[in-house]
T-cell receptor, first 113, second 112 residues
Framework: SQQGEEDPQALSIQEGENATMNCSYK?????LQWYRQNSGRGLVHLIL?????REKHSGRLRVTLDTSKKSSSLLITASRAADTASYFCATEHIQGGSEKLVFGKGMKLTVNP | NAGVTQTPKFRVLKTGQSMTLLCAQD?????MYWYRQDPGMGLRLIHYSVGEGTTAKGEVPDGYNVSRLKKQNFLLGLESAAPSQTSVYFCASSTVPVYEQYFGPGTRLTVT
């Protein structure tokens, strides 16, 4: 499968702690994205990192990309209960001659107040 | 801006019935997508469209049809519903195919 795989599949932490989620993928990519999904809602785009970038920040989010290891990590600092959600990585692939975004299976983050 | 909207939010069908899910976006996006989300499977692309009047198959197109008669609307049809089509369906749109996608709130479909 070309989809990314998030690791761990589930993570439970206390409010104020940092949360780190990892994504590994198999084929070369042009960019990698992270999305959040709150329970019962649609996915929301968090951040996009291009293959020629190594690190990117957005508020409390820090994303790294290591193309040599085909992996990315999403760090949420000073977590809040509102960060409780499922997180997905998505990678760009060429399928059937056109570009597609392929989503991983997601990982569930629980932040306990 | 409403963003991406989906109707209905919930639906229960009997095996063999047909229905249409409607997706609408007000962001003037060229690209629109239909995904299904099942436990442990992530999101899988059913069909997509690269512009008004165009449609293309995704990863799991069997049992579904789509139409994009207007740029802002993308319809997903189930011709003869099967229990295997019980899922949560998400519509999304984007300006270009591999940049940020904007998702609707989802339609939860149960086929009995």
């Amino acid at each position: 499968s070309q989809q990314g795989e998030e690791d761990p599949q589930a993570l439970s932490i206390q409010e104020g702690e940092n949360a780190t989620m990892n994504c590994s993928y198999k084929t070369s990519i042009n960019n990698l994205q992270w999305y959040r999904q709150n329970s019962g809602r649609g996915l929301v785009h968090l951040i996009l990192i291009r293959s020629n970038e190594r690190e990117k920040h957005s508020g409390r989010l820090r994303v790294t990309l290591d193309t040599s290891k085909k992996s990315s990590s999403l760090l949420i600092t000073a977590s809040r209960a509102a960060d409780t959600a499922s997180y997905f990585c998505a990678t760009e692939h060429i399928q059937g001659g056109s570009e597609k975004l392929v989503f991983g299976k997601g990982m569930k983050l629980t932040v306990n107040p | 801006n409403a963003g991406v909207t989906q109707t209905p939010k919930f639906r229960v069908l009997k095996t063999g019935q047909s229905m249409t899910l409607l997706c609408a976006q007000d962001m003037n996006h060229e690209y629109m997508y239909w995904y299904r989300q099942d436990p442990g499977m992530g999101l899988r692309l059913i069909h997509y469209s690269v512009g008004e009047g165009t449609t293309a198959k995704g990863e799991v197109p069997d049992g579904y049809n789509v139409s994009r008669l207007k740029k802002q609307n993308f319809l997903l049809g189930l011709e003869s519903a099967a229990p295997s089509q019980t899922s949560v369906y998400f519509c999304a749109s984007s300006t270009v195919p591999v940049y940020e996608q904007y998702f609707g709130p989802g339609t939860r479909l149960t086929v009995t």
